[in-house]
C-alpha cells in the first residue's frame, strides 16, 4: 500500500502542529498548511526532535487560490484535517457586523473553501474528513458570539454532508475539544483595552474571563487532542462527533443524549440510501 497523504490545516502552532508530527510519526504523508510559512520554524524543529519530516506548504483559507493551489500540487489525497481556525471575544453591540463577518470568513467558509476543494481528491481514495470545532459548535457561550455561531454552522454543515459523502465513499467526522492550553486562546485579542470598552458589559466580560482563565488552568494538551485524531485517520468506521475530554463530554452532554451522533446518521443516511 503506498503511503497515506494526511492535508492539515493550521499547523503553525497548537493542535494542528501536534497532529502533524503524530500523523508524520504513525506513517503518514503529511501536507502541514499554513497562511504563512515564515512561522514554520516551531513545527520543523517539533518534527525534527521527533524523527519525522513534514512538507510545509502556503494556504491560507480564506483564499480560495491559495487552498486551490495547494491542492492542484496533489496527486492523491487521504484524509483532511480541517484545523485552521481564530477564536474571537466580543457582544454584538460593540462591535459590527463587519467583525462578526471576519469571524465566519476563517472559522466557517474557511472550511467550506478547503473542503470543496479536497473532495474530489478524497473520493478517488476513500478517504476522510476530520474538523476541528469546538465544545462552541454545541453550546452557544457568553461573549462568544461571532464564534459560536461559526461553530455552529460548521457542525451543521458537516452533520448535512455526512450522508451525502458516505454515498461517495467518503467519511466525515467532527472534532470537538474543550479547553486546550495552547496559543488559541492568547490569540484571542482580550487586551485590558478590550475591557476598558465593555462599558456596562464589564462587569460581565471580567466575571467572564475569570471563568475562562478557571476552566483552562486544568486544559488538554494539544499532543493529547493529536494522538486522538490520528486515531480517527485510521479507524475503520471513525464516529461523526468525537468529545476528546471528559470535560468536553460532560459540558456538551448538557445539550447533546447522542454523544456519536450516531443516531442522526443513521436517520439522514436513509434520506439518501438509493
Known sequence: M???TVLITGTSSGIGQATAVAAARAGWRVIATMRDTAKAGPLLAAAEEAGVAVDVRPLDVTDPATVEACLAGLDRLDALVNNAG????????????????????????????VTKAALPLL????????????VGG???????EAYCAAKFAVEGFMESLAPVAATAGVSVSVVEPGAVASEFVSNVGVTQDVLDRAGRYAPALSAYLERTRGAFSGAQTPQDVAEQMVDLLSVERPAFR???????????????KDLDGSAVQT???TWVAP
Request: proline fraction near 1%.
Open 2 to 4: 503506498s503511503t497515506r
Open 86 to 113: 481564530a477564536g474571537h471575544v466580543g457582544t454584538l453591540e460593540q462591535e459590527s457586523v463587519e467583525d462578526v463577518r471576519a469571524v465566519m470568513e476563517v472559522n466557517f467558509f474557511g472550511v467550506l473553501h
Open 123 to 134: 473520493r478517488a481514495a476513500k478517504g476522510r474528513v476530520l474538523t476541528v470545532t469546538s
Open 138 to 144: 454545541v453550546v452557544g457561550q457568553p461573549f462568544n
Open 242 to 256: 468525537v468529545l476528546t475530554s471528559d470535560a468536553a463530554r460532560a459540558f456538551a452532554g448538557t445539550k447533546l
Open 267 to 269: 436517520l439522514t443516511g
